[in-house]
Each structure stands twice: as C-alpha cells, then as structure tokens.
C-alpha cells in the first residue's frame, strides 16, 4: 500500500511539473496573440497586454482579438479625450489635444467598423491616427506642468495600444504587404 502511494505521490508530481514547464506559447488561444505580436514593434508589451487583459486572453479567434485589441484601444482614447476634455476648461491649450483625441476614436471606431471587410483600410485608419499623436506630443513636448505630464504619459500609452491595434488589423488582413511598417 505504501508502495502505490509513493508511485502515485511520485506520478502527480511528474504531471505537475510538465503542466508547469508548458510554456505560455503552447496554449491553444498563444497562435491568435503571436499572429498580432509578431507583427507589433514591441513584442513583449504586446504579449503582456494581450494575455493580461480579460477581454484578450484567450481568444476563440483571430477576429475576435482583433476587435477586442480595436475596443482596448478605442476605450483608452475615449477616457484620454475626457481627461483632456475636463483639463481643457481650465487650460485653453488643451483644445488643440482634444481635437486630436476625438479624431483618434473616429479613426479607431472607423477602423473598427472596416477589420472584417477591409482590413487594409482599417489598418489605414489606425496608422493615420499615429499621426496625431505626434502632432499631440510635438504640441505638449515643452510643457512641464502636471496635466501635461499625465498627457504625455497617456500619448505615449496611446502610442503602444495603436501599434498593437494596427498590427491587429495586419494580422487580420494576413498578406504581408505591411511588413515594410514592422520594421
């Protein structure tokens, strides 16, 4: 008795150290978030936000995530246009940034809307919201005062998540002619 009770200690430990050892890219939900990952300019922010984030984790499908990376993305523009939007009644030169914020969501709602039936053009859409991020940060670079240094801290969040949502939308499209903008 003794006997099988030490082979059996012995066999769920062996198990659970193979269940340990799998590493994360084995997991079945790992090839949706590695086709989009692969595609990000930084890998392992991309991996982290993706399988830390509920609604990403464990995707079902490659379009799925692309929509949930798409609403990840929109979500942290909208809550930057409100947060820009209230330091804007105090301090007028927020507006220029506020305009920049909601032409952003247009653009990812816009991209949204398209990852299914164009995928190209949604990943248009997401890379020209790129361009008013720079305009934002280019317009907020020189300034030192709290609201703006909250400002650049989320631009530069933005930044991060319009990568992934751009890379989201490549991968969707999946024929390489985007490589050239991973490099």
Do not use: W
Not at 11 to 25: E, F, G, M, R, W
Not at 53 to 70: F, H, R, S
Request: net charge negative; with cysteine; charged share 25%.
């Amino acid at each position: 008795m003794a006997k099988f009770s030490v082979l059996s200690t012995f066999a769920a430990a062996a198990i659970t150290l193979q269940l340990l050892l799998v590493p994360a890219s084995a997991s079945p939900h790992m090839k949706y978030i590695d086709a989009i990952c692969d595609r990000s300019h930084d890998q392992d922010y991309c991996v982290k936000t993706l399988t830390t984030n509920p609604p990403t984790a464990a995707p079902i499908g490659l379009n799925p995530l692309a929509e949930a990376v798409m609403a990840l993305t929109i979500a942290h523009a909208e809550k930057t246009a409100a947060f820009v939007a209230e330091t804007g009644k105090t301090d007028p030169t927020f507006t220029e940034y506020h305009k920049a914020y909601l032409a952003v969501v247009a653009d990812l709602k816009s991209a949204n809307v398209k990852l299914k039936e164009s995928p190209d053009t949604a990943h248009y859409d997401v890379r020209s919201s790129t361009d008013q991020m720079k305009r934002v940060e280019g317009l907020v670079a020189s300034k030192n005062d709290q609201a703006s240094t909250t400002l650049k801290e989320m631009t530069v969040q933005m930044e991060k998540l319009l990568d992934l949502a751009a890379s989201a939308a490549d991968a969707v499209d999946d024929d390489d002619e985007n490589i050239h903008r991973r490099v």
